[in-house]
T-cell receptor, first 116, second 115 residues
């Protein structure tokens, strides 16, 4: 069965610190997709990134970077030089690539608070 | 931003009453989904649709039904609302499974309180 674990329930950092949000997943599929979404205090869900299981290249987008390691079933998210606007709940999610609608299985989220 | 509109945005209702939430999209995407968000659970899939009149159950479908008579509209109905259905409900859309087009984009959510 598929599962996504975000062990960090809440994290607080001071502005400009780096922070890493952990995500560990379980799946039996060889084809799958991993996602990160951001939910700011306003409540909407914002798509950040998708990786497929065949592409372990790390990705950087501005202050955001993602480290995908199949050997440890992890897809961690790092924010460099955090800003107050980064305060949000971050969700990691898994979609299995077999037949069907590729439904998303979410972790329970990590609430990040950036203190000015 | 994906063109997804959820209505109503907020609703308070009483136990035992029927409730219908609407999701409307302007992207002509084939797949539509309903999730609920609860503390400690993240988001969980209720039902999804893979085309007009084609729907299937998700992880937490008990007590919910859905309908999709047009590509752009996906309705979620609570036939007889219970307090355990107090939650935030999100609609999502995606073009198709697999490869490049399986990103799900979410609506703004509907906050439902069942008293």
């Amino acid at each position: 069965a598929q599962k996504v674990t975000q062990a960090q329930t809440e994290i607080s950092v001071v502005e400009k610190e780096d922070v890493t949000l952990d995500c560990v997943y379980e799946t039996r599929d060889t084809t799958y997709y991993l996602f990160w979404y951001k939910q700011p205090p306003s409540g909407e869900l914002v798509f950040l990134i998708r990786r497929n299981s065949f592409d372990e290249q790390n990705e950087i987008s501005g202050r955001y970077s993602w480290n995908f390691q199949k050997s440890t079933s992890s897809f961690n998210f790092t924010i460099t030089a955090s800003q107050v606007v980064d305060s949000a709940v971050y969700f990691c999610a898994l979609s299995e690539g077999g037949t069907g609608a590729n439904n998303l299985f979410f972790g329970t989220g990590t609430r990040l608070t950036v203190i000015p | 931003d994906a063109g997804i509109t959820q209505s109503p945005r907020h609703k308070v209702t009483e136990t035992g009453t029927p409730v219908t939430l609407r999701c409307h999209q302007t992207e002509n995407h084939r797949y539509m989904y309903w999730y609920r968000q609860d503390p400690g659970h993240g988001l969980r899939l209720i039902h999804y649709s893979y085309g007009v009149k084609d729907t299937d159950k998700g992880e937490v479908s008990d007590g919910y039904s859905v309908s999709r008579s047009k590509t752009e509209d996906f309705l979620l109905t609570l036939e007889s609302a219970t307090s355990s259905q107090t939650s935030v409900y999100f609609c999502a859309i995606s073009e198709q499974p697999g490869a490049a087009k399986n990103i799900q984009y979410f609506g703004a959510g509907t906050r439902l309180s069942v008293l």
